[in-house]
Protein backbone atom coordinates (compact mmCIF):
# COMPACT_ATOMS: atom_id res chain seq x y z
CA UNK A 1 0.00 0.00 0.00
CA UNK A 2 1.19 3.70 -0.78
CA UNK A 3 1.28 6.23 2.38
CA UNK A 4 -2.31 7.60 2.66
CA UNK A 5 -3.92 4.53 1.44
CA UNK A 6 -7.10 3.20 3.10
CA UNK A 7 -6.47 -0.75 4.40
CA UNK A 8 -9.87 -2.14 3.50
CA UNK A 9 -9.46 -4.78 6.57
CA UNK A 10 -8.96 -2.03 9.23
CA UNK A 11 -10.22 1.22 7.45
CA UNK A 12 -6.90 2.77 8.54
CA UNK A 13 -4.85 5.39 5.94
CA UNK A 14 -1.44 3.70 5.61
CA UNK A 15 1.61 5.72 7.76
CA UNK A 16 3.96 3.95 4.93
CA UNK A 17 4.19 1.90 2.60
CA UNK A 18 3.28 -1.70 3.23
CA UNK A 19 -0.20 -3.04 5.42
CA UNK A 20 -1.47 -1.37 8.68
CA UNK A 21 -2.93 -4.50 10.20
CA UNK A 22 -3.00 -5.65 13.65
CA UNK A 23 -2.72 -9.66 13.76
CA UNK A 24 -4.98 -11.56 14.95
CA UNK A 25 -6.94 -8.89 17.04
CA UNK A 26 -10.37 -10.37 18.68
CA UNK A 27 -12.19 -7.48 20.68
CA UNK A 28 -14.62 -7.14 17.57
CA UNK A 29 -13.62 -4.15 14.08
CA UNK A 30 -11.08 -2.23 14.05
CA UNK A 31 -12.30 0.16 11.85
CA UNK A 32 -11.05 3.58 13.21
CA UNK A 33 -9.25 2.37 16.22
CA UNK A 34 -6.02 3.85 16.31
CA UNK A 35 -4.81 3.41 19.58
CA UNK A 36 -4.50 -0.63 20.56
CA UNK A 37 -2.52 -0.18 23.75
CA UNK A 38 -5.83 0.46 25.91
CA UNK A 39 -6.47 -2.97 24.90
CA UNK A 40 -3.74 -5.95 25.09
CA UNK A 41 -6.42 -8.33 26.14
CA UNK A 42 -7.12 -8.65 22.30
CA UNK A 43 -3.91 -8.07 20.13
CA UNK A 44 -2.18 -11.61 18.63
CA UNK A 45 -4.83 -13.99 19.36
CA UNK A 46 -5.40 -16.70 17.10
CA UNK A 47 -9.02 -17.20 16.46
CA UNK A 48 -10.75 -20.63 17.75
CA UNK A 49 -11.69 -21.17 13.93
CA UNK A 50 -8.27 -21.32 12.81
CA UNK A 51 -6.69 -23.26 14.88
CA UNK A 52 -6.30 -26.98 13.41
CA UNK A 53 -7.69 -29.11 15.82
CA UNK A 54 -5.65 -31.83 15.85
CA UNK A 55 -2.93 -29.50 16.72
CA UNK A 56 -4.75 -28.67 19.98
CA UNK A 57 -5.12 -32.53 20.58
CA UNK A 58 -0.97 -32.49 20.60
CA UNK A 59 -0.79 -29.56 22.76
CA UNK A 60 -3.38 -31.00 25.15
CA UNK A 61 -0.96 -33.67 26.03
CA UNK A 62 1.69 -31.71 27.17
CA UNK A 63 1.57 -31.20 31.14
CA UNK A 64 0.91 -28.00 32.81
CA UNK A 65 4.06 -25.73 34.28
CA UNK A 66 5.05 -26.57 37.58
CA UNK A 67 7.17 -23.73 37.48
CA UNK A 68 7.79 -20.83 36.40
CA UNK A 69 9.08 -19.40 33.03
CA UNK A 70 8.50 -19.04 29.12
CA UNK A 71 10.56 -21.88 27.98
CA UNK A 72 11.85 -24.15 31.10
CA UNK A 73 8.59 -24.15 33.07
CA UNK A 74 8.36 -28.04 33.74
CA UNK A 75 10.25 -29.95 36.01
CA UNK A 76 9.52 -33.67 36.95
CA UNK A 77 12.04 -36.21 38.62
CA UNK A 78 10.36 -39.38 37.98
CA UNK A 79 11.22 -42.44 39.44
CA UNK A 80 13.91 -44.75 37.06
CA UNK A 81 14.70 -48.08 38.97
CA UNK A 82 17.90 -49.87 38.05
CA UNK A 83 17.79 -53.39 39.10
CA UNK A 84 20.82 -55.76 38.81
CA UNK A 85 21.03 -59.57 39.88
CA UNK A 86 25.00 -60.79 39.90
CA UNK A 87 26.64 -63.43 40.84
CA UNK A 88 29.82 -65.41 40.61
CA UNK A 89 30.89 -69.12 41.18
CA UNK A 90 34.37 -70.35 41.13
CA UNK A 91 35.53 -73.93 41.72
CA UNK A 92 39.17 -75.04 42.05
CA UNK A 93 40.35 -79.13 41.80
CA UNK A 94 43.58 -80.68 42.19
CA UNK A 95 43.75 -83.71 40.68
CA UNK A 96 47.14 -84.58 41.40
CA UNK A 97 51.01 -82.53 41.91
CA UNK A 98 50.52 -82.44 38.34
CA UNK A 99 47.32 -81.20 37.49
CA UNK A 100 45.04 -78.68 39.06
CA UNK A 101 41.72 -76.72 36.70
CA UNK A 102 39.69 -74.11 38.20
CA UNK A 103 36.41 -72.53 36.22
CA UNK A 104 34.41 -69.92 37.08
CA UNK A 105 31.01 -68.36 35.89
CA UNK A 106 29.61 -65.39 36.06
CA UNK A 107 25.78 -64.59 35.21
CA UNK A 108 24.10 -60.89 35.42
CA UNK A 109 20.62 -60.05 35.03
CA UNK A 110 19.79 -56.12 34.69
CA UNK A 111 16.21 -54.37 34.38
CA UNK A 112 16.19 -50.95 33.84
CA UNK A 113 13.39 -48.62 32.95
CA UNK A 114 14.02 -45.10 32.05
CA UNK A 115 11.14 -42.72 31.49
CA UNK A 116 10.83 -39.71 29.47
CA UNK A 117 9.66 -36.41 30.80
CA UNK A 118 6.22 -36.65 29.78
CA UNK A 119 3.49 -39.99 30.23
CA UNK A 120 0.85 -41.38 28.30
CA UNK A 121 0.52 -40.72 24.56
CA UNK A 122 3.03 -38.00 24.83
CA UNK A 123 5.47 -39.39 26.46
CA UNK A 124 8.96 -37.82 24.86
CA UNK A 125 11.18 -40.77 25.72
CA UNK A 126 13.96 -40.85 22.36
CA UNK A 127 16.64 -42.65 22.11
CA UNK A 128 18.72 -44.02 25.36
CA UNK A 129 15.02 -44.05 27.12
CA UNK A 130 12.82 -47.21 27.68
CA UNK A 131 12.36 -50.33 29.18
CA UNK A 132 15.67 -51.96 29.66
CA UNK A 133 17.45 -55.91 29.97
CA UNK A 134 20.39 -57.16 29.54
CA UNK A 135 21.66 -60.51 30.30
CA UNK A 136 25.35 -61.64 30.50
CA UNK A 137 27.14 -64.90 31.03
CA UNK A 138 31.05 -64.80 31.37
CA UNK A 139 32.79 -67.93 31.99
CA UNK A 140 36.54 -69.28 32.34
CA UNK A 141 38.34 -72.45 32.41
CA UNK A 142 41.93 -73.00 33.26
CA UNK A 143 44.07 -76.39 33.20
CA UNK A 144 47.37 -76.23 34.32
CA UNK A 145 49.66 -79.46 33.79
CA UNK A 146 53.41 -79.66 34.78
CA UNK A 147 55.17 -82.22 32.20
CA UNK A 148 58.12 -81.51 34.01
CA UNK A 149 60.51 -79.81 36.48
CA UNK A 150 61.00 -77.21 33.58
CA UNK A 151 57.73 -77.97 31.29
CA UNK A 152 54.44 -76.24 32.14
CA UNK A 153 51.29 -75.77 30.13
CA UNK A 154 48.76 -74.00 31.11
CA UNK A 155 45.37 -74.44 29.04
CA UNK A 156 42.59 -71.74 29.09
CA UNK A 157 39.01 -70.97 27.70
CA UNK A 158 36.83 -68.33 27.99
CA UNK A 159 33.60 -67.04 26.95
CA UNK A 160 31.28 -63.99 27.28
CA UNK A 161 27.98 -62.99 25.98
CA UNK A 162 25.91 -60.13 26.38
CA UNK A 163 21.96 -59.72 25.19
CA UNK A 164 20.14 -56.34 25.49
CA UNK A 165 17.27 -55.59 24.74
CA UNK A 166 15.34 -52.40 24.70
CA UNK A 167 11.30 -51.21 24.11
CA UNK A 168 10.10 -47.79 23.89
CA UNK A 169 7.39 -46.95 26.85
CA UNK A 170 4.37 -46.72 23.71
CA UNK A 171 4.86 -50.07 21.01
CA UNK A 172 3.00 -52.04 19.31
CA UNK A 173 -0.52 -49.92 19.60
CA UNK A 174 -1.86 -48.97 16.60
CA UNK A 175 -3.27 -46.33 15.21
CA UNK A 176 -1.70 -43.74 17.89
CA UNK A 177 -0.36 -40.96 14.90
CA UNK A 178 -3.78 -41.15 13.07
CA UNK A 179 -5.83 -39.89 16.14
CA UNK A 180 -3.78 -36.86 15.38
CA UNK A 181 -4.42 -36.31 11.91
CA UNK A 182 -0.54 -38.01 11.41
CA UNK A 183 -0.57 -40.67 8.39
CA UNK A 184 1.70 -42.86 6.70
CA UNK A 185 4.00 -43.53 10.50
CA UNK A 186 4.15 -47.41 10.82
CA UNK A 187 2.83 -48.79 13.90
CA UNK A 188 3.69 -52.64 15.20
CA UNK A 189 5.54 -54.65 17.58
CA UNK A 190 8.91 -52.32 18.49
CA UNK A 191 7.65 -49.47 17.14
CA UNK A 192 4.20 -47.06 18.39
CA UNK A 193 3.40 -43.59 19.57
CA UNK A 194 3.88 -40.82 17.81
CA UNK A 195 6.70 -39.10 15.80
CA UNK A 196 8.93 -36.58 17.45
CA UNK A 197 7.36 -33.35 17.04
CA UNK A 198 9.35 -29.83 17.87
CA UNK A 199 7.64 -26.64 19.12
CA UNK A 200 9.26 -23.57 17.22
CA UNK A 201 8.42 -19.89 19.24
CA UNK A 202 9.38 -17.74 17.08
CA UNK A 203 9.27 -13.91 17.45
CA UNK A 204 8.68 -11.22 14.89
Not at 192 to 201: A, Q, R, S, Y
Request: aromatic share 10%; glycine share 10%; proline share 7%.
Amino acid sequence: MTIGQVDPVTGLPAADTGFVRDPFYTGGSIVGVKDFTAQPQFLNQLPANRLDPNVIKLLNLYPSATQTGIFTNHAVNRSQPDDSNHFDIRADQDFSQRDQLFGRVSYTRRHANVPGDFVGLGDNAGFGKGDFKDNSINLAISETHSFSATMINEFRFGYSRLRTSAEPPITGTAGIPAQFGIQGIPQDNGNGGLPTINIMVLQL
